[in-house]
C-alpha cells in the first residue's frame, strides 16, 4: 500500500479534524498529512480526493455472520467481505448462531477466523447458555476469552433475578449487557407492526407497547445495579422517550438505531414482502421521525445494521413463515446519505460520531487515530456518487434487501485497515 490522496477532505470529529489535507498512506501507516503537497515517492500512487471525504473507519456493532453453524446464510468470510464492501473495518457478531456463543472456545473461534477483508472482528457473547434464559453463561470467562458484549440477542431475558446477577457480575470488569427488547406474551405469532398494514393484510402484530414495556423494566434494573446497559435497535417513540428521561435521570444506557428503522415504514411490506419483514417490525411515520431526532438530537448513541442475511428459499415463502431480516452492510452508508445527510437531517460529524465512534467507545475498543505515523484504519467515501442498489453486486452471500433497485447519492469507495486498501464494489 502506497497511495497518496491529493486534497481529500478529512473529519474525524473526536480529533477535531475538518479540513483538506494530502494523505499519504505507505505500508499500513499514516506516512504523512499535510494541507499543502507531499513530496511522495515516485512509484506513489496518486488519487484525486477533490470529491472524497476520509473519516475513521465505520464500525458496526450488530451483525449476524451466522458462523458456527448457518454458513449456508453467511459466513465470517463472507460477511467480513460485505463489511469491507459496504464501508466498514470493524464489526462485533452476535450470539445466535448454531452453538450459541456461549462457551470461551466458541469465541475464540470467532475473533480468529481466517478472513481476507481488512476487517476487525469482535464477539457479542451470550448472557445465558444456549441464549434459553435459564441459567447465566460463563460471562466473566467469556469476557477474559475477549467478549466485548453481552447478550441473548433475539431473545429478551424475561427472568428479571438473572438478569440483575448479570448486571452485578459484569460491573466487576465494566462489561456491558445488550437487549433485544421485545416482551414475549404480547408478541407471540406476530409478523408485522401492530396497525393499520397488519389489518390489511391480515397478519399478527407487534404492538409497540412490548418493546417499551421490556425496556422500562431493564431500565429499572440497570439504575439499581448501576450496570451498563444498552438496548439494540430501537424502534418507537416510546422507547426514545424512556432513554431520554433514564439519561437524564442518570441511567448508564446507550442504544442503537438501523438505517431501516430511520427510512422505512410499516407500509414497506406492501402486498407481503418479506425483505421487509424484520425484528423489531417496521413502525409508523411518528416512530420514524422520534429516531431521527433522537438520533440527532444524540440520544440515540449509535448506528447499527443488524445485518441478518438468509437463503433466498428461507424468504421466499408465505409472509407468517419467512424468517426476520434484512441484510444491511452494504446499503447503510448509500442509504444514510441519501435520505438523512444530503436532506440536513444528520450532520457528517453526527454520522461518524454514531457509525464509527460510538461504538467503539461502548465497547472499549480503541479509536482509529489520523495522525503520521498511525496505523491507518479509514474509511474514504464519495458524498455525491449516484449509484443503483444491485443486491447481485453485493458481497454477502445474501439478498435480502428491502433497498433493491434503489438510487442512492453516496457511497463507500475504499477501506483502509490491517495494511490493506481495498476497493469496494457496489
Not at 52 to 68: S, T, Y
Not at 405 to 417: A, D, I, M, S, Y
Request: charged share 20%.
Amino acid at each position: 500500500m502506497n497511495v497518496l490522496f491529493e486534497g481529500i477532505r478529512i473529519l474525524h470529529p473526536a480529533e477535531g479534524i475538518d479540513g483538506r489535507f494530502f494523505l499519504w498512506l505507505k505500508d499500513g501507516y499514516i506516512e504523512a498529512l499535510s494541507p499543502e503537497p507531499i513530496a511522495a515517492e515516485p512509484q506513489t500512487h496518486r488519487i484525486d480526493g477533490r470529491t472524497l471525504l476520509a473519516v475513521p473507519g465505520l464500525f458496526d456493532m450488530h451483525v449476524h455472520f451466522r458462523e458456527p453453524g448457518q454458513e449456508y446464510k453467511e459466513d465470517i468470510a463472507s460477511g467480513t467481505a460485505a463489511a469491507a464492501n459496504g464501508g466498514f473495518t470493524g464489526v462485533c457478531c452476535m450470539p445466535n448462531t448454531e452453538p450459541a456463543l456461549d462457551h470461551p472456545a466458541l469465541v475464540h473461534f470467532v475473533r480468529t477466523a481466517p478472513h481476507p477483508a481488512p476487517v476487525d472482528v469482535f464477539c457479542c457473547a451470550a448472557l445465558t447458555r444456549g441464549r434459553l434464559g435459564k441459567e447465566l453463561a460463563p460471562l466473566l470467562e467469556l469476557h477474559a476469552a475477549g467478549a466485548v458484549l453481552f447478550s441473548d440477542d433475539g431473545t429478551w431475558l424475561a427472568d428479571a433475578e438473572l438478569l440483575r446477577r448479570a448486571f452485578l457480575l459484569l460491573n466487576a470488569v465494566n462489561g456491558l449487557v445488550a437487549q433485544h427488547c421485545q416482551e414475549p406474551s404480547l408478541t407471540r405469532g406476530f409478523a408485522v407492526n401492530a396497525g393499520a398494514v397488519a389489518l390489511r393484510l391480515g397478519l399478527k402484530g407487534y404492538p409497540a407497547v412490548a418493546e417499551e414495556i421490556a425496556i422500562a423494566r431493564d431500565l429499572l434494573l440497570a439504575l439499581e445495579c448501576d450496570a451498563r446497559y444498552h438496548v439494540q435497535h430501537i424502534s418507537t417513540r416510546g422507547a426514545v422517550a424512556l432513554i431520554r428521561e433514564a439519561k437524564r435521570r442518570g441511567v448508564r444506557v446507550s442504544c442503537e438505531v438501523t438505517p431501516h428503522h430511520l427510512v422505512l415504514t410499516e407500509e414497506a411490506v406492501g402486498e407481503y414482502d418479506t425483505n421487509a419483514k424484520v425484528n423489531p417490525p417496521l413502525r409508523t411515520r411518528a416512530d420514524v421521525e422520534a429516531l431521527r431526532e433522537a438520533l440527532a438530537e444524540g440520544i440515540i448513541d449509535c448506528i447499527a445494521t443488524d445485518h441478518a442475511p438468509h437463503a433466498l428459499h428461507e424468504k421466499l415463502q408465505e409472509f407468517d413463515a419467512a424468517p426476520f431480516g434484512i441484510i444491511g452492510l452494504e446499503t447503510a452508508v448509500g442509504v444514510l446519505f441519501t435520505h438523512l445527510i444530503h436532506p440536513g437531517i444528520l450532520s457528517l460529524e453526527r454520522f461518524v460520531e454514531a457509525l464509527a465512534l460510538a461504538p467503539r467507545r461502548l465497547l472499549g475498543i480503541p479509536l482509529p487515530e489520523i495522525r503520521p505515523g498511525a496505523g491507518a484504519n479509514l474509511t474514504i467515501l464519495a458524498p455525491d456518487e449516484e449509484w443503483r442498489v444491485e443486491p447481485e453486486r453485493f458481497c454477502s452471500k445474501a439478498r435480502n434487501t428491502p433497498f433493491a433497485g434503489w438510487e442512492l447519492r453516496g457511497k463507500p469507495r475504499w477501506v483502509v485497515n490491517r495494511g490493506c486498501l481495498w476497493e469496494c464494489t457496489l
